[in-house]
């Protein structure tokens, strides 16, 4: 809208200054809080007035702008509390509400209606429509969004219960319906099948919700200092209570349901027989908060600790309610029903007392009894099993067997069987305490889930107030949070050595950077600032992990063994907390990974490094159980020297999961979205310890993995350079970390080779390729080494053995990576070229445009676009089909290599652009030298053991080209095709620029001459490819064009998306069947123009003509026939292309990449300099040449936008730059603001601008009787 205004504003002056003034006040200023001051009425009435006094036609605009009907303001209402001057009270005197609920607790009524309505239409239309009690029923539901963004139990509920996301705006989804209406989707369900279920549901769902929700406003309330706090606890008692109704009446609150269940658990409260012990427990509860108010009903702002009780009472309620969900889960299990009915209530109370499981952070338990009891239906074959299961959620809902009670004759749980006695074999001495500490990782639960739906506030304010743990021992602590744990408010001990390695690293304790990073991550900013949502959820939860459980539980040991001596209790107490805070609450000794504390990270990691136990899930943390135990048999013992000693093993212990993690997510860095970032906070957690050990291996492994993107040296992948600096650092006797509890599947502990023996290479050493087809000037035959790597697949296929293929393409065989020394220090894989591909070259343009073109919503055969080339040929190699099979060698070349041949140009570009001026070749690394990517890009084509012409001897993309153009040229024999004379004849020309350059350091726009060359090179190395599809199309290779169409069409996924949307379809997301291949041809033809691809270039099949085509007889821009040179309109023409190209660019960064400024640069890139290249002696030039273009004072209107902008002749450019590096207005914009702005200025200012220049000069020109320049 700011950015509409601006290109709006100058001209409206012209017409009208007071509607400009209101356009350029309501709009003119970019950020601010507030848009429309003057309101959204007055700013249609101003652009209604323009639109008149200009004479637009309205009909053109299908807008609703000259419609001259209003806009009227929401009605809004207040609520105003009376006071209870009635003496109302609920339940014969249980409760007297000190507020006037009487309207509410009516609700009795409603529901009574409802439950014995004749039928289910009556019940719906009462669920609907009634709203005697203030509200409907229904409303309850479907005004919950709205009411309970911020409260967790509810958001917690959408979290168990989603099922799907709406793809037009991204909200989550239950049933088809909205994820947050899920009470009245269920309900609206059950009254279809009846109306007593439909009667149970409103109770169980919908008010039950509701009554929470009044609990929570109440602390809400109280938290704001509001005098009114009270009232609300007055509504959730009329909502639990309600109004008496009839003896044995359906229609009862959850008051009498939960009478009539409890009664069935012979749970009758044994100091009052009139009620159950589970609304005893929930009614004292709500007269302990209404007491809170009755001698000050301003406690709340005239007493901070008030909100602390407040909250525990409500914390209690929530527990013993959720206790009568679990109650009625068990009796309807138990009831003595028929098998449909039981099933229909067994589901009913799934939903409702499921989810709460899923707070408990055991999700795959929840996924399992889920399954039974609501996709498959309930067996009652299954019913001891489920009872055991939930039975195992007491101790973390805050409820006990006791509190349950037993069901009719058949016994129950006894919370012995429940002992807290025990944390995966170690027993606590104060048990309770323990297990309360323990409970932080609830915290850890819901912050993860509040993040995976996207409720930001409410999971700092988890993290920053807590809800899980209250420390009863000590009133000034009260609710503990994690984000208590890294400021060390509770314990506040530092002095011990993990401690001072973390501040002597970071410059700041391990705390303050454990908040610093959760931060970040919560409020999208710092690096964080163009991270995906699930990338931040994973550094969330890494850091807590990782990072606070870690470095707490040192705090809390460490603090025990300074208190050994003189206070052996508060030791033990210290010593119990270290383990909860490694283990937590979660933890139930499956091998479900289940955990959010380090204990479950140990677990988590266990498989990919064959460390697994049976007990405990990993070696290391069986060791660590027994060092636990033994650390707390010697502060007992008083043993102090010793226990010095259990803590130092511990701490080596703790630090193999930190390792592991770093080394899981650095593997699979291109594989997962999330690695990225949460392997940069895994880095975070062992880079002290490194540091301390080598600071050259911390250095490297502190650039490999920063986020959002990491330094990689030439040839190596993330994992290589994390494996060699921790081999150093592991193998160094100094080292206090067993190595080998890391890794059993990993040679991590085991030189790659033996120094002695190996053979260095000159890296220097000029290299001749193929007998002298490309001489690099620097060592790159073992890049042309890996086209041995594709003639050993190709054998492999050949004899049927897939595995061997697979194991060359996956691992490598012969391109070794050798140091600067030229020592080998591990092997180069073709596999690597695509997993690699969405770190390394998340700038390429030609990279870019491929993700871009074959993305189904960022996938690519169900996996992840970035590697698509490897999810291709897996499913090749997957395939039980020999034709499939058969491709495995042609794909790797088609699409790993070409696209690596492709990487190496734009990097030589980019390490050219670096080195334009000597200064500032001086600091840039050696592996970024132009020429030697120049030269690794020309050995990734030729290969090794090419002969010139040969389209048999040898196996890249040179042997291709030469295959493929027996089919278009005649060849004489010993010459090369022409496509392959005039890439080499590219190499060279480019590789001669730089050596006369100096690398282009000799003038500011020496780069620009290889960005020439780079974009000639490209669109040429796509016509072998073109050609290879043409052919198998005219010959009906199914497989083959599928392989070629995903090999070649996206490069011109920018040009025309319909076209290539119906190429696509066609040719890539099904198999090819009968088509027409003329049709085809025409369709790809029709784009040739956007590479600057010409008929003369591709060529004709020999022999069939259907792939004939002419460029002379292209004059056409849709429906215009122009009459002047056909190059210079086609080039002028390309700028929509240059625009589509740099909003592809910003795209990709934001929802494909770690990094969208890496797009950004892209795309400034590309509005500089143009994304292809400029036809030679063309006057047309960048999207930024027409931006600044010197004859725009041609255009009458120019002068006032002149004007407007204060004299800023290119204002236009001055905003876009802006954009583009995220300066001036745009410094704190995010990501989708600054595309949006980009993709305006472009279409509504430069093109519009430079429009009316052209046609304004037209003018000029005939009028001068000029008429070819006209």
């Known amino acids: 809208a700011h950015i509409t205004a601006t290109a709006l504003v100058p001209l409206m002056r012209s017409v009208d200054e007071t509607i400009a003034d209101v356009i350029e006040t309501d709009l003119g200023t970019f950020p601010v809080d507030d848009y429309f001051p003057d309101g959204i009425d007055t700013v249609l009435s101003s652009l209604r007035k323009y639109v008149s006094l200009k004479g637009i036609d309205c009909s053109l605009l299908s807008s609703s702008l000259c419609d001259e009907t209003q806009l009227s303001d929401a009605e809004q209402s207040s609520d105003t509390v009376k006071p209870n001057d009635s003496g109302h009270t609920l339940v014969n005197g249980t409760y007297t509400p000190t507020s006037d609920v009487s309207d509410l607790a009516s609700i009795s009524s409603l529901v009574h209606t409802i439950c014995n309505a004749e039928n289910s239409e009556i019940a719906i239309e009462a669920y609907s429509s009634d709203d005697s009690a203030g509200l409907t029923i229904q409303s309850m539901s479907t005004n919950a969004k709205s009411a309970m963004s911020d409260e967790l139990m509810f958001n917690q509920y ?316 000590n009133a000034e602590y009260g609710f503990v949070s994690l984000y208590d744990l890294t400021q060390s408010a509770t314990i506040g001990y530092d002095d011990f050595t993990t401690y001072k390695l973390f501040q002597d690293y970071f410059q700041q304790s391990p705390g303050d950077l454990a908040d610093e990073t959760i931060t970040n991550a919560l409020d999208q900013q710092s690096n ?36 050994c001596n003189s206070n052996s209790e508060t030791a033990i107490t210290a010593w119990d907390g270290g383990v909860a805070l490694i283990i937590g609450s979660i933890e139930s000794g499956s091998p479900n990974n289940d955990g959010y504390f380090l204990y479950a990270t140990s677990k988590a990691m266990c498989d990919d490094f064959a460390t ?170 073992d890049r042309s080494a890996i086209a041995k790597d594709v003639e050993e697949i190709q054998d492999f296929v050949d004899s049927k053995d897939i595995e061997g293929a697979k194991l060359v393409y996956k691992h490598g065989s012969n391109s070794k990576i050798y140091s600067k020394n030229g020592m080998p220090i591990g092997i180069r894989s073709i596999s690597s070229f695509s997993l690699q591909a969405g770190s390394e070259m998340q700038k390429d343009p030609t990279y870019n445009m491929f993700v871009y073109g074959l993305s189904d919503e960022n996938d690519f055969l169900g996996k992840s676009v970035l590697n698509y080339a490897d999810t291709f040929v897996n499913s090749l190699f997957e395939s039980s089909e020999r034709r499939w099979t058969s491709l495995a060698s042609e794909a790797v070349v088609a699409l790993h290599i ?181 049709y085809i041809f025409f369709k790809i033809r029709s784009m040739y123009d956007c590479l600057g691809l010409s008929c003369d270039v591709v060529g004709s099949l020999l022999g069939d003509d259907f792939a004939f085509c002419d460029d002379s007889s292209m004059k056409a821009l849709a429906g215009y026939f122009f009459r002047t040179d056909r190059s210079g309109v086609i080039e002028a023409s390309r700028i929509d292309v240059d625009t589509r190209a740099i909003d592809i660019f910003i795209n990709n960064g934001m929802y494909l990449f770690q990094d969208s400024e890496v797009a950004f640069a892209a795309s400034f890139e590309c509005y500089k300099y143009g994304h292809n290249i400029a036809v030679t002696g063309s006057n047309h030039g960048p999207l930024q040449s027409l931006a600044t273009s010197s004859d725009r004072d041609v255009v009458p209107a120019f002068s006032a936008f002149r004007r407007y902008f204060k004299d800023d002749d290119d204002y236009a450019d001055s905003i876009l730059v802006d954009a583009f590096i995220g300066n001036g207005v745009f410094e704190n914009a995010n990501a989708d603001e600054r595309r949006r702005a980009i993709a305006f200025i472009l279409r509504y200012m430069v093109t519009h601008m430079s429009i009316q220049e052209k046609i304004h000069t037209a003018v000029e020109y005939c009028k001068s009787n000029d008429f070819d320049n006209a």
């Open 158 to 473: 959408v979290v168990a219960l989603s099922d799907g996301v709406e793809k037009t705006d991204g909200s989550f989804l239950f049933d088809d319906k909205p994820a947050h209406h899920y009470a009245d989707t269920i309900t609206s369900d059950a009254f279809k099948t009846s109306v007593e279920l439909g009667c149970q549901s409103i109770k169980i769902l919908n008010i039950w919700m509701w009554f929470a929700h009044k609990l929570n406003e109440a602390v809400k309330g109280c938290d704001k200092g509001r005098s009114d706090a009270y009232t609300s606890i007055d509504e959730a008692a009329a909502l639990w209570l309600g109004n008496p109704t009839p003896s044995n009446d359906v229609g009862g609150l959850l008051f009498e349901m939960t009478e009539s269940i409890g009664r069935m658990f012979n749970s009758v409260d044994e100091d009052n027989s009139e009620m159950v012990h589970l609304n005893r427990q929930i009614i004292n509860r709500l007269l302990f908060a209404q007491e809170i108010f009755s001698d000050d009903k301003n406690r709340c702002a005239s007493d901070p600790d008030t909100v602390d009780d407040l909250r525990i009472i409500v914390k209690e309620i929530f527990s013993f309610t959720s206790a009568v969900l679990a109650q009625g889960l068990i009796h309807s299990m138990l009831d003595q029903r028929d098998e449909k009915e039981k099933r229909e209530y067994v589901e009913l109370f799934s939903f409702a007392f499921l989810p709460l499981l899923n707070t408990c952070g055991r999700g795959e338990e929840f996924d399992i009894l889920y399954d039974m009891l609501v996709i498959k239906k309930f067996d009652e074959a299954d019913t001891d099993d489920v009872l055991n299961a939930i039975q195992n959620f007491y101790n973390c809902l805050g409820f006990t067997c006791d509190d349950i009670g037993n069901y009719g004759l058949r016994p129950g749980c006894t919370d012995s069987d429940l002992s807290l006695d025990n944390m995966m074999g170690y027993s606590p001495v104060n048990s309770t305490k323990t297990n309360m500490l323990a409970k932080l990782d609830l915290d850890a639960v819901a912050i993860v889930q509040l993040m995976s739906i996207e409720n930001y506030d409410l999971a700092r304010d988890i993290y920053v107030n807590g809800y899980s743990y209250y420390d009863y021992d």
């Open 898 to 1078: 070409w696209m690596q041949v492709a990487h190496k140009l734009h990097a030589a570009y980019d390490a050219c652009k670096l080195s334009k001026n000597a200064s500032e070749r001086r600091s840039v690394i050696e592996s970024s030298d132009a020429s030697l990517f120049l030269d690794e890009a020309a050995a990734y084509w030729i290969g090794d053991n090419q002969s010139t012409g040969s389209s048999s001897q040898g196996h890249l993309l040179y042997a291709l080209t030469e295959k493929i153009g027996e089919q278009f040229e005649n060849i004489s024999a010993g010459s090369q095709s022409a496509v392959n004379s005039r890439i080499i004849d590219l190499f060279n020309q480019a590789k001669n620029h730089i050596a006369i350059t100096n690398g282009c350091s000799t003038s500011q726009d020496a780069h620009l001459e290889l960005r020439s060359i780079v974009g000639n090179l490209i669109p040429m190395m796509a016509v072998p490819l073109l050609r290879c599809l043409y052919y198998y199309l005219s010959i009906g290779d199914a497989e083959r064009v599928k392989l070629y169409a995903i090999s070649v069409l996206p490069v011109f996924s920018h040009c025309s998306p319909s076209s290539y949307l119906e190429l696509k379809n066609d040719l890539i997301d099904h198999d090819f069947n009968e088509v027409d291949k003329e």
């Open 612 to 781: 697994c136990a049976e007990e405990n899930g990993s070696y290391a943390n069986n060791q660590l159980i027994q060092r636990f135990t033994q650390g707390q048999k010697q502060i007992t013992e008083k043993s102090c020297s010793n226990v010095q000693q259990t803590l130092e093993a511990i701490e080596s212990l703790l630090a193999i999961p930190l390792i592991q993690s770093m080394l899981y997510y650095a593997d699979k860095d291109s594989q997962i979205e999330t690695a990225g970032a949460a392997g940069y906070v895994s880095s975070l957690a062992v880079l002290p310890i490194i540091d301390s050990l080598d600071t050259e291996s911390s250095n490297m492994v502190e650039n490999a993995m920063s986020f959002p993107s990491g330094s990689q040296t030439s040839g190596q992948s993330k994992i290589e350079i994390i494996y060699g600096a921790l081999k150093s650092v592991l193998t160094d006797p100094s080292s206090f970390i067993d190595c080998e509890l890391i890794s059993n599947a990993h040679p991590l502990c085991d030189d790659v080779q033996d120094p002695n023996n190996a053979i260095p290479v000159d890296v220097d050493e000029p290299t001749t390729i193929s007998h002298g087809l490309y001489i690099a000037k620097n060592y790159v035959d």
């Open 528 to 563: 964080f600032v163009n991270a995906s949502g699930p990338q931040r959820l994973e550094a969330v939860k890494t850091v807590i992990s990782n990072i606070i459980s870690y470095v707490s539980s040192l705090e809390a040991f460490h603090f025990a063994v300074d208190q």
